[in-house]
């Protein structure tokens, strides 16, 4: 996946720039309104802006993305903590705001939550479906089953890394949101969820942590 950062810190674009790399992603950073604006239409599938960079503002390159980009991915980034602007952001049409100073799990875990969330369904096998924008699981019986808060953050988590064992730490960090957690409880919440599940759907890999079976991937499901 290809991906747009604008940022003028140089730091810290340089580590959006490593971090985004690592994890398999293309980027392409700018740290000049003008020259991203330029480039906006070369087949990105997120953007990540700063607002107050020289030249165009991050939220003035967002509105010109939505004219022609109406689906895809925006995480706008800044110092700025007014809500003013904050909701200038959104009502423009970015997806997220992340503020600054920020962890680079934080923001790479948002790039994959909105770049998984471009297939609406995560397919479970056996018949089994669960739609991410309306947070229920369908069954092969067509009946909705409502899932819990961090039952859906667990599926999420696991649909964000389809082909990676998830870690006992991963799953504290992002289903417990960094409240510390015990391993039981991380069993305890695995159990409920694989009882509402195909067998197959949940992998147990002892000793590290958990991932999607192979039958499982990320689609698009037309309704």
């Given amino acids: 996946m290809k991906i747009l950062v604008l940022e003028d810190n140089v730091r810290l674009c340089q580590l ?16 000049d309104g003008d020259d991203a604006l330029d480039a906006i239409s070369n087949g990105y599938q997120c953007f990540i802006l700063d607002i107050n960079v020289p030249s165009l503002d991050g939220i003035s390159i967002l509105k010109t993305i939505r004219i022609y980009h109406s689906e895809i991915p925006v995480i706008i980034i800044s110092a700025n903590c007014e809500l003013d602007k904050i909701k200038l952001s959104y009502e423009v049409g970015c997806n997220d705001y992340l503020k600054k100073p920020f962890f680079m799990y934080e923001l790479i875990q948002k790039v994959k939550k ?18 991410f924008s309306l947070n229920y699981l369908e069954n092969h019986k067509n009946e909705k089953i409502i899932l819990a808060k961090k039952e859906i953050l667990l599926l999420e988590l696991l649909a964000q890394n389809e ?21 039981i409880n991380i069993r305890a919440l695995v159990k409920r969820l694989r009882k509402k599940l195909p067998e197959s759907a949940i992998k147990i890999i002892r000793g590290m942590g958990y991932s999607l079976g192979l039958n499982c991937s990320c689609v698009f499901r037309e309704k």
């Fill in 16 to 31: 959006m720039k490593e971090s985004l790399e690592k994890e398999n992603y293309k980027v392409d950073v700018f740290m």
């Fill in 114 to 131: 909105l770049c998984i969330i471009r297939k609406n369904t995560l397919d479970l096998g056996e018949g089994y479906f669960y739609t």
């Fill in 163 to 183: 082909h990676r064992v998830v870690s006992y730490e991963d799953i504290e960090e992002y289903v417990w949101e960094g409240t510390p957690t015990t391993f």
